[in-house]
């Protein structure tokens, strides 16, 4: 069973920077995908960034690119995202996601999903 453990949200300043992990486990042998979705009140689930199995590569939110960063330690499956140059915009919970998907980025492909943390950009 898949398991995903998330840590690193908070409250933040525009243009600060946070740093969220995703911790998971359970994989076996199988490929993951590990990615990032958000959802902002009012708004759907959508895709961050995650890293493919397919090729190892992040890839991101066109409104994301730039100012944040995915990195996976393979031998921990975990998953980095550094947020930086942060903008109220960003204020959403975040969920970290699991997908045999070779390059998710619908919700419907994800596998599993952790609990969600808040993020929150604000002066």
């Known amino acids: 069973q898949v398991q995903l453990v998330e840590s690193g949200g908070g409250l933040v300043q525009p243009g600060g920077s946070l740093r969220l992990s995703c911790a998971a486990s359970g994989f076996g042998s199988d490929y993951y995908a590990i990615g990032w979705f958000r959802q902002a009140p009012g708004k759907e689930r959508e895709f961050v960034a995650a890293?493919?199995?397919?090729?190892?590569?992040?890839y991101y939110a066109d409104s994301v690119k730039g100012r944040f960063t995915g990195s996976r330690v393979n031998a921990k499956n975990t998953l980095y995202l550094q947020m930086n140059s942060l903008k109220p915009e960003d204020t959403a919970v975040y969920y970290c996601a699991a997908t045999r998907a070779p390059y998710p980025r619908q919700t419907n492909e994800v596998n599993y999903w952790g609990q969600g943390t808040q993020v929150t950009v604000s002066s």
């Open positions: 890293i493919s199995w397919a090729d190892g590569r992040a």
